[in-house]
C-alpha cells in the first residue's frame, strides 16, 4: 500500500526557492518516498522517534512517518551544509 505524503506550506516554500533543476529531481524523490520512504539515501535522527532524513543530491528531505496510518509528512527541504546541522 502506497504512502500518503503530505508536505508543510513551509517545506514547499523551501522547494519553490531551489533551481527548477532541483525542484523537478526533489518532486521525483517525494513521490519515491510515498512508494518507500525506507529506501535510498535515508538516516534517522538521532534522540527521535519517526524522523528522518534522505540526501538528494545537496539537500536534505526531513521527515516524519506515522506508521499507523501510513503517512509521510514532509517538513523540512534544505541546502547540505555546516548551518544543516
Not at 2 to 24: G, H, T
Not at 51 to 71: A, F, H, M, Q, T
Request: net charge positive.
Amino acid at each position: 500500500m502506497p504512502w500518503r505524503v503530505i508536505v508543510d506550506p513551509s517545506a514547499v516554500k523551501q522547494l519553490l526557492r531551489l533551481p527548477k533543476k532541483d525542484i523537478l529531481r526533489i518532486r521525483f524523490i517525494l513521490t519515491e518516498i510515498g512508494n518507500n520512504p525506507f529506501s535510498g539515501d535515508i538516516r534517522k535522527m538521532k534522540g527521535e522517534d519517526s524522523i528522518w532524513r534522505r540526501r538528494v543530491g545537496s539537500y536534505w528531505i526531513k521527515y516524519e512517518l506515522c506508521l499507523s496510518e501510513n503517512i509521510v509528512y514532509i517538513f523540512d527541504i534544505e541546502c547540505r551544509g555546516s548551518n544543516t546541522y
